[in-house]
């Protein structure tokens, strides 16, 4: 793998709008219904003006995995995303209580964790990504994040020098 | 079988603390669709002839948009509908936003509530679980800060709440209720609410909604998100509604202190450019929202320092330029408290403007103002005003009964310039200058409104001569306030109006893809006559008669003083053959009544029954 660390969705709070319907639009596509209470992605708004949105960060050395009691959460060597075994999950939601980010949720029909696969089974990648009308979420990877920020910082200072 | 739709309207008797569920098949909700639509019918249903707005006999009608809580973007909305405390006809109001879709997640296509709480009451639908709680550690609360309180007594994130603030409490007649920041605003909803001690309604929902078609769904909405990214939505983008007042400054059709003038020399320091460059914090969304027209702004330094709240133009307009007002930091402190008071920002900068008239002429004394000195521009007695109109304190008791019924206790002559159309404050449009529009609010339903017709377009967009009126306009006008009407009734924000390759056809499909309910782009466009129709069949039955369709004096008798619509005013008879044309091409009578046969055709029946009249002999306008 040429980057360090997987890809994974972040969301821009300067841009996100608080809309949800990046919510609206995973539920779809993994429950076939709208239901945000089942999106894998959720949006964080603390009235009026402050929110983000919030799914797994695939993290390097993941606590839901080690906190696992019947190791049922795994990684995939695809592309990283966290698998969960159906048949080994029996949702006693620690791996819930491990997520420093709040993002796996317990699908209440089939009494499992549920935690973003990054729509691998979707041609256009990530629905959240695909629906998000100000471009506030984005499928990357710590590296290429670093790299964008530096890019963003340099522009930024050397347009400051030239104004000068 | 029926998606999105539950065909369950759930009716709560506050009296009796009892409730029950009424069914409806898809073809009553083919009818009305939802949100207005539906709310209308069922304020027709549950609002008795000459009901009291303020009493138990009213009916708080809510319905959801059967878009709501989908992708369908700016579709999570819901409409409500009352008998107006300021107007006495229908009140028919949206708002939108998380609450909008825990109402469709409690499997609700409607709620009426009737009756009257022996004491404040929070009412809590959890699903189909229906509670009655204590709304006593509320009172006196304000209207966001209602909502945090009710959610925080849940502790759950996922119970929405909409609220009345302290004017709702005090019966002050324009108040409004509140979700998520977002207002069922105008017409005074939030009193019909206070005269039931209904201080909040908590909504949890937890089912999920389905829809006929998800992939194809997903596939039309994602364009419509798409689109709505483009220059049809632009202007609510950026700058959003207050780009509105350098540009209606520079046609002179900026309401400037109570409907005297029309061009506002401090507009500059009150325009949505200002706000941008000092004030803007973050364009914000409702719940499905892919636009982001709220505009939040704060104040960063003086005495109004620490005050924030999402701007639009319609309060900016009225506590802005109409009250003389050129600071931003006072109109941002202003409408943040109208907001948290909880009363329509747009009503209450008119009745302030009004007081300020009435203390300019010298018809209101200092004393009366109880030692304040408004005059125009004072922004201090205004923040001072609008508290006391809110607690109803002093001569804000007078002024909280909306401008009509204060110039009727005032008198002396303030009738002229009490700025209203069947009570209900005007918007901030000089109609002098914009005639169309002016006739359009003479006949609207819910009187001075903007937002039942888009009939303002011609005239901003030189389709017709501004500045005069003529019969062609009674058609024009009404094919402008059906498409509002059927936006109305999907709900879809009215930013989404210019995304659509060919909107009937279009969202006929989308509302079939989502309901599984067959409709085709006739059926679809007959929705909005013959919801309109039945907005005025409710006023009929409630007493309104031709004269109700009608200007106030000022903008029939007062040429606009100076600026670029000078000379300006409605000529009192072209308004009336306007207004004839107008009810021919409803095809109603030339006194504005609805023959039975139209109201059969239209599938009202029933209504027929109530209010429809014989076609006269006497009517012979020789309709088409």
Partial sequence: MANIGYEHVICDPDKCIGCRLCEYACSLTKTGAFDPSMSRIRVVRIEPVTMTAITCRLCEDAPCIIACPRDALTRSQEDGHILVDEDRCDGCGWCIEACDFGAIVLDPKTKDAAICDLCQDQENGPRCVEVCPKDALELTTPEKLRQKTRRAVVARLFEELLEQ | ?624
Avoid at chain 2, 277 to 290: D, L, R
Wanted: proline share 4%; hydrophobic share 40%; charged share 25%.
């Fill in chain 2, 1 to 624: 079988m029926m998606y999105s739709y539950t065909g369950k309207i759930l009716h709560v008797d506050l009296s009796t603390r009892k409730s029950w569920v009424q069914e409806v098949d898809a073809d009553f909700l083919k009818k009305y669709i939802g949100g207005v639509g539906l709310a209308t019918r069922l304020a027709y249903d549950n609002v008795p002839p000459g009901a009291d707005p303020l009493g138990p006999e009213n009916a708080l009608c809510f319905a959801c948009s059967v878009f709501a809580g989908t992708t369908m973007p700016v579709g999570t909305k819901h409409g409500v509908a009352f008998k107006s405390p300021l107007t006495g006809t229908i009140g028919d109001c949206l708002s939108g936003s998380h609450f909008s879709e825990m109402f469709r997640r409690a499997g609700w296509d409607g709620i009426v509530i009737t009756g009257k709480a022996s004491d404040w009451t929070v009412l809590f639908i959890d699903d189909d679980d229906v509670q009655f709680l204590d709304g006593n550690r509320y009172v006196g609360m304000g209207t966001t800060e209602t909502q945090e309180a009710v959610r925080g007594h849940f502790g759950d994130e996922n119970v929405r709440v909409s609220s009345i603030g302290p004017a709702g409490e005090n019966l002050v007649r324009f108040a409004l209720i509140d979700n998520d920041g977002r207002q069922v605003g105008r017409c005074g909803p939030g009193a019909v609410m206070g005269s039931k001690k209904l201080k909040a309604i908590a909504v949890r929902g937890s089912q999920p909604i389905t829809v006929a078609d998800p992939e194809e769904l997903f596939k039309e909405t994602l364009k419509l998100i798409e689109t709505s990214q483009g220059p049809g939505t632009a202007k609510y983008r950026t700058l959003g509604t207050p780009s509105n007042v350098l540009n209606m400054n520079a046609m002179g059709v900026l309401p400037t202190r109570n409907f005297r003038e029309t061009v506002f020399e401090g507009a500059e320091t009150i325009s949505g450019e200002y706000i941008e460059q000092h004030h803007k914090i973050k364009s914000v969304g409702c719940s499905g929202c892919s636009i982001a027209c709220e505009q939040w702004a704060e104040v960063r330094e003086g005495k109004y320092k620490g005050s924030r709240i999402g701007l639009d133009y319609e309060p900016l307009f009225a506590v802005g330029s109409n009250c003389g007002i050129d600071s931003m930091p006072a109109v941002i402190h202003m409408v943040q408290i109208e907001d948290e008071l909880g009363m329509d920002a747009m009503s209450c900068g008119v009745v302030v403007s009004f007081a300020m008239e009435c203390y300019e002429q010298g018809i209101l004394t200092k004393e009366d103002f109880g030692g304040l000195e408004p005059n125009f521009g004072n922004d201090d007695a205004a923040v001072k005003l609008i508290e006391m109109i809110a607690h109803r304190e002093g001569i804000g008791d007078v002024l909280a009964e909306g401008v009509r019924r204060a110039a009727e206790q005032i008198g002396k002559g303030s009738e002229h310039f009490a700025m209203h159309i069947k009570g209900l404050e005007l918007p901030g449009y000089d109609v002098r200058s914009l005639q169309t529009f002016a006739m359009g609010m003479a006949v609207g339903t819910r009187g001075g409104c903007h937002n039942r017709a888009l009939s303002y377009e011609l005239d901003v967009k030189g389709v017709v001569d501004r500045f005069s009126l003529d019969p062609s306009r009674g058609k024009m006008h009404m094919e402008k306030e059906n498409f509002a009407c059927i936006l109305d009734c999907l709900v879809l924000c009215k930013f989404l109006r210019n995304c659509f390759d060919d909107f009937y056809p279009d969202v006929a499909r989308i509302f079939t893809l989502t309901t599984g309910i067959p409709m085709t782009a006739e059926e679809l466009e007959e929705v909005p006559v013959r919801v309109h129709n039945l907005k005025k069949a409710f006023n009929i039955r409630q007493g309104w008669t031709k004269e109700d369709d009608w200007l106030p004096p000022r903008v029939l008798k007062d040429p606009i003083p100076s600026g670029p619509s000078k000379g300006a005013v409605i000529n009192p008879d072209d308004l009336r053959v306007t207004i004839e044309a107008y009810y021919e091409a409803r095809g109603w009578t030339s006194e504005g009544l609805i023959p039975k046969s139209l109201l059969i055709e239209l599938g009202l029946d029933d209504i027929a029954e109530d209010i429809g009249v014989e076609e006269a002999v006497a009517d012979i306008a020789g309709s088409e």
